[in-house]
């Protein structure tokens, strides 16, 4: 083998380090946007089980407030989708 072929060690080890790193960077942030997503899913069941309630109750108040969930709901579900 010519002698440009070989490369220091240490060399190689900080290359595969940084990408290492790269990746476990990366891996926090959807790491992140994964928890806003879950937690915006979860209130979106609540306004279901909210809807739900007020279906079988007929209360108004409580179909209105699943509503209200549900639109504030939106926004952080969107936030994640951008």
């Not at 002698?3 to 926090?28: C, I, M």
Request: charged fraction near 15%.
């Amino acid at each position: 083998m010519p002698f440009e072929q070989y490369v220091p060690a240490d060399s190689l080890l900080n290359f595969k380090e940084r990408g290492r790193d790269g990746k476990n960077t990366e891996a926090g942030h959807l790491l992140h946007r994964h928890h806003r997503f879950a937690h915006s899913v979860a209130l979106f069941q609540v306004a279901i089980a909210l809807g739900a309630v007020a279906a079988l109750t007929r209360i108004k108040l409580v179909w209105y407030g699943s509503i209200a969930l549900g639109i504030c709901e939106a926004a952080p579900f969107l936030m994640v989708l951008a």
